[in-house]
C-alpha cells in the first residue's frame, strides 16, 4: 500500500490541530492585553492591587466582563491573582506587567497599542485583499503605503519609533557584541531611526564616530536619543533619502533592518547609493533575520508574516540577499550569527565598483 493510501485510510482528526487551536485563541489574549493597556487598567494597577469591582468604578467599566479580561491576562504573566472571588478577586501587576506602563525602557507599552490599534488591526483585516491585489494592507485600508501612514501623522510615527525598540531593542547590543568593529572609525547607519543600533554600537566601541542618516524627521528624534545617552561629542544626524544619496567616505554602513521593508528593486535601489558613497576600504554592514533554507524554524518567518501585511517588502535567505548585493556592485563577504534571531551580511564593492 502507498504512503497516499495509508495517508487517506488514516482516522480522521476529530479536533483542529493543537497549534493551530494556539495560534487562534492567542489573538483573544493579545486583544484582552490591549484592553487593560487601552482602558487604564495597567495604569491603575501601578497604584496597588485592584479588584474589577473597584476598577470598574474608578474607570467606568463594567466589572464581569473586565473580571474575565484581567483573568486571561494572568497567562501571560502580566497579573498574578492575590485573593478573592468572581469581580471581588484582587489582581496586582507582576514585574512583566510592569512593562507596560508609560516610559517604561523596553516600549512595551507601545508595542501593544500600535500592533492591537486601529492602524494595524485594520491592515491585518485587509491581509486577504493584500494577497488577492498584491496592494499592501495600508494601501487597502487607509489609500496610502505605511512609511506615508507615518509621514502623515507625527504622533504615529514617534509611536512606530518606541515600538522599534521594543521589537528590535534586544537585538542592538547582540550585533555590538557579534560583530568586531576595532577595524573602523566612522560608522554610517542608514535609514539608523532614532539610533539604537548606533548607541549600542558606540558604547561598545569607545573609537567609534557614528552618523544616523534618515529622513530630516526622524533624524530630529535621533539628535534627541544620541544626546540622552549622552553621545553628542561622538556622533551626529545628517537629513535624507537612502533612495538619493548618503554621506560619503564613512569606514562602516549599517543598514539595520531596512531592506526587509522593501521589494527587491527597491533594495537594490537603496544598496546602490550606498555603494556610491563607500570608498575602496569600506564595508556595509547588513543587519538582518537571515532565514534558513528549507522549513526550519526561524522568529524571521513570523516577522515576514508583519511585512507581508504592511509593506512590499520580506524576510530573505542569505542566497536571496546575496543576489540583491551583486546586483548592486557589492560582494557578500561574511554572514556573523549573533545570540538575537538576527545576523550581520558584510558586503565590500565588487571588482570595477
Do not use: K
Not at 507599552?109 to 494592507?137: K, S, Y
Not at 525598540?165 to 560608522?187: F, K, N, Q, S, T
Not at 521589494?263 to 546602490?272: K, N, Q
Amino acid at each position: 500500500m502507498t504512503a497516499t493510501a495509508d495517508r487517506h485510510n488514516a482516522p480522521v482528526p476529530a479536533h483542529a490541530p493543537r497549534s493551530v487551536l494556539a495560534t487562534i485563541h492567542s489573538v483573544f489574549l493579545a486583544r484582552a492585553i490591549y484592553t487593560t493597556v487601552r482602558l487604564g487598567v495597567v495604569d491603575e494597577l501601578a497604584r496597588g492591587p485592584r479588584s474589577p469591582r473597584e476598577l470598574a468604578d474608578l474607570l467606568g467599566v463594567v466589572a464581569e466582563p473586565l473580571h474575565q479580561v484581567m483573568r486571561g491576562t494572568v497567562t501571560a504573566g502580566l497579573l498574578r491573582p492575590c485573593g478573592g472571588v468572581g469581580v471581588d478577586e484582587v489582581f496586582a501587576l507582576t514585574d512583566t506587567g510592569e512593562m507596560l506602563l508609560p516610559g517604561h525602557p523596553s516600549a512595551t507599552r507601545d508595542l501593544v497599542l500600535m500592533m492591537q490599534g486601529p492602524t494595524i488591526v485594520d491592515c491585518i483585516e485587509a491581509l486577504p485583499e493584500r494577497v488577492r491585489q498584491g496592494r499592501t494592507g495600508p494601501e487597502v485600508a487607509h489609500g496610502r503605503i505605511w512609511f506615508e501612514n507615518l509621514r502623515a501623522d507625527s504622533d504615529l510615527a514617534a509611536s512606530f519609533d518606541r515600538m522599534m525598540v521594543a521589537i528590535h531593542g534586544g537585538e542592538y547590543g547582540a550585533v555590538a557584541a557579534a560583530y568586531d568593529l576595532r577595524w573602523a572609525r566612522h560608522v554610517v547607519d542608514v535609514g539608523g531611526g532614532v539610533g539604537g543600533l548606533t548607541v549600542a554600537l558606540l558604547a561598545a566601541n569607545p573609537h567609534l564616530y557614528g552618523v544616523v542618516h534618515d529622513l530630516p524627521d526622524v533624524a530630529a528624534r535621533a539628535a534627541d536619543n544620541l544626546r540622552l545617552n549622552g553621545l553628542d561629542d561622538r556622533s551626529e544626524t545628517r537629513g535624507g533619502s537612502f533612495f538619493e544619496s548618503v554621506p560619503e567616505g564613512a569606514d562602516a554602513y549599517l543598514l539595520s533592518y531596512v531592506l526587509h521593508d522593501w521589494a527587491d528593486e527597491d533594495c537594490v535601489r537603496i544598496l546602490r547609493t550606498v555603494a556610491a558613497g563607500m570608498h575602496p576600504g569600506s564595508r556595509l554592514l547588513v543587519v538582518e533575520n537571515v532565514l534558513p533554507e528549507g522549513d526550519a524554524p526561524h522568529p524571521g518567518r513570523t516577522l515576514d508574516l508583519l511585512m507581508v501585511t504592511l509593506t512590499h517588502g520580506r524576510e530573505r535567505t542569505r542566497e536571496e540577499y546575496r543576489r540583491l548585493l551583486e546586483r548592486a556592485g557589492l560582494r557578500l563577504t561574511a554572514v556573523v550569527p549573533t545570540p538575537s534571531p538576527v545576523s550581520v551580511l558584510e558586503a565590500v564593492r565588487g571588482a570595477g565598483h
